[in-house]
């Protein structure tokens, strides 16, 4: 009895937490709000410089509509194919001596790619339903779509964001045909042919608790959302794909967008830089950007 009163003041998740090494404080939001996953820490095991293999070897066992991760650093480009990612979350990669970070959130259908040296893993913990991964040296907890340390040591600081696109495997791979791409020989006994989230994306609800909704759009659509400083917009992907490229000023910029497949590219006219997107669901994006306008 004594044992379920100590549980019952210290909360689960906080119990959760202590356990698993991690800080809150101190922290960017309140500590009730992150939420266990399920796995524990690293349960979900994050991949460090993982093998490679060419276009043509990928080709025996991706199909053409299966979804990819792709970047581009240095002129070379590198899918990470989300049949894997489902099961990874995160891969700590370097193409020459640039280091960056891969991160997938199955929940949220969120890929982005972090411009960082450091090295993270899986924290099993989540908030507003969005991946918390941890820095391997102070054990940090880090939010994927806040995009900076929410609680431990270096809590306030933040990551920057690198291009990502959020493709089907044809379309990245007729843009990149010399593409590397990541290998299934990960270490790791998993059936990459089998989604562990299937159903999910055709059901309206969310596994765990978001703290903002917008009925602007249906929870589960699939947006592309841009942030540029404290201003944030949002296009349907649906619609998207039927409109086609076209140009947008928003924010004093002239935007081109670019539609391929299911990837979509937006490059500022003036800098001509291609812009960070992401693409994954609405209730995920409207959660962390509440201000969020929608694209015409």
């Not at 399920?38 to 349960?43: E, F, I, L, R, V």
């Not at 093998?51 to 070897?57: C, G, H, L, S």
């Not at 990874?88 to 199955?106: A, L, M, Q, R, T």
Request: hydrophobic share 40%; charged share 20%; aromatic share 10%.
């Amino acid at each position: 009895m004594r044992m379920i009163s100590i549980l019952s003041a210290f909360g689960l998740t906080t119990l959760w937490l202590l356990l698993s090494g991690f800080q809150l404080s101190p922290s960017l939001i309140p500590a009730d709000q992150i939420l266990s996953g399920g796995p524990s820490k690293d349960g979900i095991p994050a991949l460090t410089n993982p093998d490679m293999e060419t276009a043509k070897v990928a080709d025996r066992w991706l199909e053409n509509h299966n979804l990819v991760l792709g970047i581009v650093i240095q002129g070379k480009a590198r899918a990470y194919p989300i049949r894997i990612m489902n099961w990874h979350e995160i891969v700590n990669d370097h193409i020459g001596g640039k280091h960056f970070v891969i991160s997938y959130c199955p929940l949220c259908g969120s890929g982005m790619a972090f411009d960082t040296d450091d090295r993270f893993g899986v924290s099993g913990m989540l908030y507003q339903s969005d991946v918390l991964l941890y820095d391997k040296k102070s054990e940090s907890l880090w939010s994927q779509l806040m995009m900076q340390a929410i609680a431990g040591p270096r809590t306030g600081e933040k990551l920057q964001l690198l291009p990502v696109e959020h493709n089907t495997w044809k379309a990245w791979k007729t843009k990149h045909p010399d593409t590397s791409v990541l290998s299934r020989h990960t270490g790791s006994r998993r059936d990459y042919s089998r989604n562990p989230y299937t159903g999910y994306e055709s059901v309206s609800g969310t596994y765990f608790p978001v703290y903002h909704h917008d009925e602007r759009l249906p929870a589960k659509a699939w947006v592309i959302g841009l942030s540029l400083g404290n201003h944030h917009l949002a296009w349907k992907l649906d619609e998207l794909k039927k409109s086609g490229s076209y140009q947008l000023k928003w924010q004093q910029h002239i935007l081109a967008i670019t539609v391929h497949g299911e990837g979509v590219q937006i490059r500022d006219t003036e800098s001509n830089k291609i812009l960070p997107v992401t693409r994954l669901y609405w209730f995920a994006w409207i959660a962390f950007h509440p201000d969020t306008e929608i694209a015409p």
